[in-house]
Nanobody
Framework: VQLQASGGGLVQAGGSLRLSCAAS????????MAWFRQAPGEEREFVAS????????RYADAVKGRFTISRDNAKDIVYLQMNSLKFEDTAVYSCAALFAGDGAYNFWGQGTQVTVSS
């Protein structure tokens, strides 16, 4: 399984970006997909996740009300719509996949840089 993330860039505070992550390969057992981020000098942190079947979502408190995760099951793509971006949202954003029967996110995309200027 390969994950290809895209959509990062430079945006002013208050602006919006949409990230995409396309999954390819053997995705029939896909259970959950998520976005994580890592800022310079910080540990990687959870941002949002979505169950592939049913669409149940979870968000980190820091992004609730501003970010929306969604998916296109037919295309095996997960999106992260980021609105009202803040300087502290600056990080490398990575998508990850959790498959049925696995205990952790074992498949990761390459990461895409999001930079928010203040």
């Amino acid at each position: 399984v390969q994950l290809q993330a895209s959509g990062g860039g430079l945006v002013q505070a208050g602006g919006s970006l949409r990230l995409s992550c396309a999954a390819s390969g053997r995705t029939s057992r896909l259970y959950n997909m998520a976005w994580f981020r890592q800022a310079p000098g910080e540990e990687r942190e959870f941002v949002a996740s979505i169950k592939w079947s049913g669409g149940t979502t979870r968000y980190a408190d820091a992004v609730k009300g501003r970010f929306t995760i969604s998916r296109d099951n037919a295309k095996d793509i997960v999106y992260l719509q980021m609105n009202s971006l803040k300087f502290e949202d600056t990080a490398v954003y990575s998508c990850a996949a959790l498959f049925a029967g696995d205990g952790a996110y074992n498949f990761w995309g390459q990461g895409t840089q999001v930079t928010v200027s203040s």
